[in-house]
């Protein structure tokens, strides 16, 4: 039995011969995720924006729960007891409000009333300084600080006076330091603040208690030091920096002074702290000072000095308003860390390194980060053993430098330095920034508005100029000035206090751990896992978090904890989805709620699912992340598996093994792996997850066992490959399978399974409906790409490349188990026979595994060893070589064989096999076609017989079905390559017969027949157009033609004949193949076949219209780019038949281009009979009206525009079909209301009309303009005679006149029948025309009425101006003047109309509209007549009395003859005779104008007897002697000989002959008039000479 048989055969009979196999895995459509063995619900989006790594985690929180972060950035303690002593009434009253505070060992809150309460860290009252004394003078506290010992506090108040407490002596200050009066500054000698004064800042100097410095609002700053005497104390104070006040009292001059002073205050003020480690700069007492327009940074001993000045950033905006703070950051030292390996600075020798105080300054909304440094050679003088060494070297030189730079998204209020990393930052909204000092990058905000924080209005006042107001003129203003925030906002040692309106709070920020367990007590386990897994990757900001930099420290801390995090989070979820999960066997109460809970349940069941999917893909990419694959697949699993929710479990981890980053499993997993993926009918995803595990950690006979039970070959074969490096027995299996296949094709086949259409595509196949035959054919199928893999060098199925060291022992084993030809024994030792079959003979018989693949599915095996002759292991060795393993003869069997086996001797087998009757030629041409193409590709290893290739090429040229003809006929190509046939003509004829028409065109070339070629090429484009389907190139056709009838082809004259007859008996194939290219072949070689083009082609004209665009589409692109000669030397083919023809093409289509190739006409082109009908056909109406325009046929143009406005009222009465539609919805009762009409069909029907009324009208005015008016025929008016024609009281209307009357009536008869059909009562059209607002039938009949104005309009326009130009125009032939040609054609209108319809109410709208715009012209002519008159009058007498005055000339001579040109000589020539002369001539002009207008008014013909010399010309410009429109005839001044030379002068004042400037400048041409001077007596030509010669230089 043939396996070819239609019963066996599951697959199509024929597939195309080069197959290229491939397995599933190789396809990029393939998804890895398709389906999943749990419910397939997409995670929940905050879920999968932290799996990807995200730089914030948050991002993708709901935006209701952006704003609140499950953890607080700050968390903030309430000093309750504290506050409660201080904002109670009984405080307030005692005390006083809180103004300030400043923080170190101890709290200090300055009061409202002047006292400063101290409480310790346990919110103890220490004492109230200052209730010993009386403090009312100097006003509340405005600045408070501490010692650098914390053993003192200095505090500013209200009015100027500083205090100095010691914190263990509170009964009296230590230091007092009183202010100064305003008025009394000049005359003491002491400096201080003044008494109106408020000290907003204050602090001590290094560690000395008795040396303070302060500032004030008023833009002053002092340095006091306090030195014990022998009674008392003395304080000395320096002005740093400010002016004081003028005072009270004070001179003129002053007060002009004080005017022009700029405000200033001093916003920012603080010395420099000390740090934990000795530093020489803190000898120098720095101080820096920030005001409005300049900070300063001065040393204050041993004198004050400026040492860094700096200016507010220009880049500032004005409106980001006016504020300013600073804060300094000491030198400090760290010991170095052990293991780090992050050193940044050099350690000394004491194991510890230095570091650079720091200054952050801010204006506005930028921060700055100043370094300040010491020179090399004072750095050694700092390695002193103690801070005295240090203090004595005063000599330091300084350096500041700015290092970092942030902007802010608005103003910033207050700054402090939280630690030497982090900055945190007030703004003007009362937001937090946690600013990394770093990165300066902000890390975190939070919102103080809560926290109502203390501000103070300390600058308004005093810089109220700076703001931005109308009235501010230059300088620096701005938009705002903030209250002051920093004496309410402290930092010390990492902690933040704040002093609030109502409550005083301390806060720090979250550290790492704190936020994750906030995240785990808030239940959202995947987040706070996603979040340590980024913590511990070091993706987050660990500064600002409290992790460590160095990676190593890092991972120790966060390790464990994320472990545990993990396991928490799965024991709980996985716990409590366990309990709440129903058994399978339980069984529930039928209740008429079931089906909602039921659907609460599905719901409650998909979230749940969502949930735990979530926390497993956060748990995997965390343990992953940590390397502890140990849990994943112990306490992990196990939780998943005590929950039942094994899928998710393997879904999850899916991705991770087949992206290769877990490659290997334990056995256990692995089999409720391979349990789990079959139970659900997910093979192909398993065999993939198998095929990329480690094969050396799986259990052999455990996995084979399971790849058999379920079927998974492609696993199988990968395990037996890989593992054992075993290769024969997935084909010994294959060999079983075989047997068992035809067994059960044998037997009988349900209806339903065995007329299904077979497929070849096993992806398309739904393995959930495969039969057990079709499925078994499947998993065979799979031997062959397993064969092809292998012989191309590539693992299956994954694709990759096989190790080289065993390439040759792989290949040498299967083509030992296929080509021995005899049965197997498989393993070696100790193994069995692999049979074909339970029948002996079967087994006996040579070759019996080549034979049950050949048997099974020929087709594919030969496509096979196709691959696999295209490597180079069958190129053969010699026998007597040595193997690079070793010796030949220590060589394994299956190697030795495989090393003599050759590409001839598998051919020569299969074609042992395959000449068995057991194989029809249905699965041998297979063979014929492997067989042509190795022969041509590997002649140097195949040699066959030229008989035997005669039969294959023979057998090609029989195919057993189309599906393979393209395949035969490419083998035959590969054939005769290699091949050539002694008696080639009986092969041509046979190849004619199976129309391998590419085989014929390569022979026809080789022998060079061309004129067979040719015909060959044209039958291929005539049968390919049979098909459908093209073949070969057209390319080729015309490169032949081109190459065998250039000029320089070696054809000759008897060949070239032969080939010109080919061409002309296969034209229409030529036109067919390419119209375009067609046309240019025939024009330049053979234009005798043009008229084929219209007897050939007569039923194609889709061809004719491609070839007649080709060769007028290049004429008519030059003819629109200038080339007008192409008009009159027209090509040959350009006939008129070709014109018409292409005329009518267009109309069928191309309909767009019709008018452009008409506007290329001329007239006579084309016969109007011809073409007219394809227009009217084809509907371009507006083709149809060029041409009778053309022909100068206006009646005929008209008749048809007004056919079609006939066939527009219809369209447009179609848009209102009924009478409910048309009008109203009249119903009893009920209100008339309009129905909808399409407004989009409404506009375009409209936009037509207006086309061709306008068309329509321009008609008629070039009809006028060409057609000279007849004298009209006074004869009676005869309405009632049809033949009388339309007739007025002035006689019979002109040719011109009736195509006005046509166009007329067309329009108004239009308007008539619309609104009738629309109206039918014209009232109702009336009430709703003086509406607010239009309905479509309204607004339609108001646009109709709109055109019949501009018709009337337009004749009204066009008689009036034809009548004038036409009257004067045949003043000399006698011609009668009709100036009343617009109501001639009125009066003939309303003629035909009264006799078409006696009725007066039809007419009455029509009239009005005409008189109306007859009125409207008339009276907008009146109103512009009059105003041009006005301002020509006006310009006329302002040019006569310029004329009257006359220029005087430079020199009495001629510029170029030097004659004199006037004066007492020149007079006696006759100068006094000529100008008489010219008075009369211009006198008798003038009453000839006025005789000719008078003539024109009268309509009586003149000057029957004028002079020959005389022109007459009509003068229409209205600057011609000051008239309004009127025609002239002027009489040149040249037409008299003047006695004496006429004289040229110019403008600047050059005068010449005028005989000698013409004969300089060589006029000797005239102008279109005959006259050099116009009527003007002007000359256009003339120029003067001296002055162009001077501009030419220039």
């Not at 009005?1408 to 007549?1425: D, G, K, P, V």
Request: charged share 25%; with cysteine.
């Amino acid at each position: 039995m043939s396996s070819a048989s239609e019963f066996l055969m599951t697959s199509p009979n024929f597939r195309p011969f080069d197959l290229r196999f491939h397995t599933r895995m190789e396809s990029p459509a393939y998804s890895l995720r398709s389906s999943s063995p749990s419910p397939s619900t997409a995670q929940s989006s905050r879920i999968s924006s932290i799996s990807m790594g995200l730089d914030d985690p948050f991002d993708s929180f709901p935006p209701d729960e952006q704003n609140k972060l499950p953890w607080e950035v700050v968390r903030w303690t309430k000093l309750r007891k504290l506050s409660s002593q201080v904002y109670s009434e009984n405080g307030q009253n005692q005390f006083g409000a809180p103004t300030c505070i400043a923080v170190a060992s101890t709290i200090a809150i300055g009061t409202a009333k002047g006292y400063i309460l101290l409480f310790d860290y346990s919110q103890n009252l220490l004492c109230a300084l200052g209730s010993n004394i009386k403090l009312a003078a100097a006003g509340c506290v405005t600045s408070v600080a501490f010692s650098h010992d914390h053993a003192y506090v200095a505090s500013g108040h209200e009015h100027g006076h500083i205090y100095v407490w010691h914190i263990k002596r509170p009964v009296a200050p230590r230091i007092h330091i009183s202010p100064i009066d305003t008025n009394k500054i000049d005359s003491g000698r002491h400096e201080g603040h003044v008494s109106t004064a408020k000290i907003l800042h204050i602090g001590f100097m290094a560690k000395r208690h008795s040396v303070i410095v302060s500032a004030d609002d008023k833009g002053m700053a002092f340095f006091h030091t306090s030195t014990q005497q022998i009674v008392s104390k003395q304080i000395r104070s320096i002005k740093l920096v400010g002016r004081y006040p003028t005072p009270t009292i004070q001179p003129p001059e002053a007060n002009s002074q004080l005017r022009q002073r700029k405000a200033t205050s001093v916003l920012a003020f603080a010395p420099m702290p000390l740090g934990n480690s000795p530093y020489p700069l803190e000898s120098r007492g720095l101080v820096a000072l920030m005001t409005p327009h300049i900070l300063v940074i001065m040393s204050t001993s041993p004198t004050p000095h400026t040492q860094f000045t700096t200016g507010r950033p220009k880049s500032i905006s004005d409106t980001m308003g006016l504020s300013g703070c600073l804060d300094w950051f000491p030198a400090v030292s760290a010991k170095a860390q052990k293991g780090s390996k992050r050193v940044p600075i050099p350690l000394t020798t004491n194991g510890i390194h230095p570091s650079n105080p720091r200054l952050a300054y801010c204006w506005s909304n930028v921060v700055t980060i100043l370094d300040v440094s010491m020179t090399s050679e004072n750095i050694r003088s700092s390695n002193a053993s103690s801070r005295e060494s240090s203090e004595l070297n005063n000599s330091h030189h300084m350096e500041f430098t700015p290092i970092k730079k942030f902007t802010a998204d608005e103003a910033i209020v207050a700054l402090r330095w939280l630690n030497s990393q982090i900055i945190v930052l007030v703004t003007i909204t009362q937001r937090l920034l946690i600013l990394n000092e770093h990165t300066m990058h902000v890390t975190d905000t939070a919102d103080l508005v809560p926290r109502q924080i203390m501000h103070h209005d300390y600058f308004s006042a005093q810089l109220n100029d700076l703001v931005i107001s109308n009235t501010s003129e230059g300088g620096d203003h701005y938009a705002t000035i903030p209250d002051a925030f920093f004496n309410s906002f402290k930092t010390f040692k990492g902690r933040i206090f704040l002093l609030g309106s109502y409550e005083f709070a301390v806060g720090h920020l979250s550290s790492w751990a704190e936020r994750l367990e906030s995240l785990m007590e808030n239940e959202k386990f995947a987040e706070a896992i996603h979040l340590a897994t980024r913590y511990y990757n070091g993706e987050a900001e660990q500064v600002t978090i409290g992790l460590p930099e160095d990676e190593i420290a890092r991972h120790m801390a966060v390790h464990d904890r994320l472990i545990t995090m993990v396991l928490q989070a799965l024991r709980y979820t996985l716990n409590n989805s366990g309990r709440s999960t129903p058994t399978a066997g339980s069984n529930s109460t039928e209740t008429p709620e079931s089906p909602k809970r039921q659907e609460q349940a599905q719901a409650d069941e998909s979230a749940q699912y969502r949930q735990v999917s979530a926390i497993a893909d956060a748990s995997f990419e965390a343990l992953y992340t940590l390397d502890a694959l140990d849990v994943l697949f112990d306490s992990v699993y196990e939780y998943f598996e005590n929950a039942n929710l094994r899928g998710i479990y393997f879904e999850t981890l899916e991705p991770y093994i087949l992206a290769e980053k877990i490659i290997s499993l334990p056995p256990a997993v692995v089999k409720e792996l391979i349990n789990i993926y079959a139970s659900l009918a997910l093979n192909d995803r398993l065999e993939e997850i198998i095929c990329h595990l480690d094969t050396t950690t799986l259990d052999i006979d455990q996995v084979t066992m399971l790849c058999r039970t379920y079927e998974l070959y492609d696993a199988m074969i990968y395990v037996w490959n890989q593992a054992l490096g075993d290769y024969i027995s997935p084909m010994s299996d294959f060999m079983r399978m075989i047997p068992k296949y035809f067994a059960l094709a044998a037997e009988p086949q349900p209806e339903n399974e065995a007329n299904e259409k077979p497929t070849d595509d096993a992806d398309s196949l739904d393995m959930h409906h495969e039969t057990p035959l079709e499925k078994l054919r499947r998993n065979i199928s799979k031997v062959y790409s397993y064969l092809s893999y292998i012989f191309t060098s590539r693992v299956y199925p994954t694709g990759l490349e096989l190790d080289p060291d065993d390439e040759v022992s792989v290949k040498s084993s299967l083509y030992y188990f296929l080509f021995l030809g005899s049965i197997v024994t498989w393993p070696k030792e100790h193994g069995t026979q692999i049979l074909v079959s339970e029948d002996e003979k079967e087994n006996s018989r040579s070759f019996p595994y080549l034979r049950l693949l050949l048997k099974f599915d020929a087709p594919s095996f030969v496509a096979t060893m196709n691959e696999a002759f295209e490597d180079t292991f069958l190129d053969g060795q010699d026998d007597d070589s040595d193997n690079e393993s070793g010796p030949r003869h220590e060589l394994p069997d299956e190697v030795i064989f495989a090393q003599s086996l050759t590409r001839q001797y598998i051919i020569d087998i299969l074609l042992e096999i395959l000449s068995g009757t057991e194989f029809t030629s249905k699965e041998t041409i297979y063979l014929d076609m492997f067989i042509a193409r190795s022969a041509a590709k590997y002649p140097q290893f195949i040699k066959l017989s030229d008989e035997l290739l005669r039969q294959v090429m023979f057998r090609l040229c029989d195919p057993p079905s189309t599906e393979i003809a393209d395949d035969c006929q490419l083998s035959v190509e590969y054939l005769l390559s290699a091949y050539r046939p002694e008696k080639i003509d009986d092969l041509v004829k046979t190849f004619v017969k199976v129309r391998y028409f590419r085989v014929l065109k390569w022979i026809f070339r080789s022998e060079k027949q061309y004129s067979r070629l040719i015909s060959v090429y044209f039958e291929d484009a005539a049968d390919g157009e049979r098909q459908g389907v093209t073949y070969g190139s057209q390319d080729e056709v015309f490169t032949t033609i081109n190459e065998c009838l250039a000029p320089k082809s070696e054809l000759s004259d008897e060949e070239r004949t032969k080939f010109r007859q080919a061409i002309s008996a296969n034209y229409r194939n030529l036109v067919s193949t390419d119209p375009a290219r067609a046309s240019e072949v025939v024009e330049k070689y053979m234009p005798e076949l043009r008229s084929s083009l219209y007897e050939q082609l007569a039923d194609r004209h889709d061809l004719q219209f491609k070839y007649l665009k080709a060769l007028f589409s290049p004429e008519l692109r030059q003819m629109r780019e200038g080339v007008q000669q192409l008009r009159r030397n027209r090509a040959r083919w350009n006939t008129q038949q070709a014109r018409e023809t292409y005329v009518n093409l267009l109309c069928e289509y191309d309909k767009n281009k019709v008018i452009p190739f008409l506007r290329y006409l001329q007239k006579g082109d084309v016969r109007i009979s011809k073409v007219l009908s394809s227009l009217e056909t084809a509907g371009v109406i507006d083709g149809e009206i060029f041409l009778l325009r053309s022909e100068g046929q206006y009646v005929e143009a008209i008749n048809r525009l007004t056919s079609h406005l006939d066939y527009l009222e219809k369209a447009l009465l179609l848009l209102y079909p009924d009478p409910i539609s048309r009008g109203r919805a009249i119903t009893r009762g009920a209100p008339r209301k309009w129905v909808h009409v399409d407004e989009k069909k409404l506009e375009e029907v409209e936009r037509a009309l207006q086309h061709y009324v306008i068309l329509g009208t321009r008609l008629c005015t070039e009809r006028a303009k060409k057609t000279p008016m007849q004298q009209s025929q006074q004869q009676p008016i005869e309405a009632h005679s049809p033949s009388a024609g339309p007739v007025t009281s002035n006689g019979r209307l002109s040719d011109s006149e009736l195509v006005w009357l046509d166009l007329i009536d067309s329009i108004v008869g239009l308007t008539r029948h619309v609104s009738t059909a629309l109206f039918p009562d014209i009232t109702a059209f009336e009430r709703m025309s003086r509406s607010s607002s239009y309905d479509s039938p309204t607004k339609t009949i108001l646009f109709l009425r709109r055109l019949v104005q501009d018709v009337f309009s337009a004749l009204l326009a066009a008689t009036s101006s034809t009548a004038a130009a036409k009257g004067i125009s045949a003043l000399g032939a006698g011609a009668n003047v009709m100036s009343t040609s617009f109501l001639r054609v009125l009066e003939a209108f309303l003629t035909r109309t009264a006799a078409a319809s006696p009725s007066v109410v039809d007419l009455r709208s029509v009239l009005a509209n005409i008189f109306e715009a007859y009125i409207y012209e008339r009276q907008l002519l009146t109103l512009t007549n009059r105003l041009l008159n006005k301002d020509l009058m006006v310009h006329v007498a302002s040019v006569y009395t310029l004329r009257q005055e006359g220029w005087r000339v430079s020199s009495p001579t001629c510029e170029i003859c030097s004659k004199r040109v006037w004066g007492t000589s020149v007079l006696q020539a006759g100068v006094y005779d000529a100008w008489d002369r010219k008075l009369s001539d211009n006198e008798r002009k003038r009453q000839l104008r006025f005789k000719v207008t008078g003539a024109l008014d009268s309509q009586t013909p003149i000057l029957n007897d004028k002079p020959s010399a005389v022109a007459v010309t009509v003068a229409t410009s209205p600057r011609e002697e000051g008239l309004d429109l009127q025609p002239v005839i002027p009489v040149p001044i040249n037409t008299v000989k003047a006695e004496i030379d006429s004289l040229v002068t110019f403008k600047c004042k050059h005068v010449y002959h005028r005989k000698c400037l013409e004969k300089y400048l060589d006029l000797d041409t005239r102008t279109a008039d005959g006259f050099l001077l116009n009527e003007r007596e002007v000359g256009d030509g003339y120029r003067c000479l001296i002055c162009q010669e001077q501009e030419g230089r220039d």
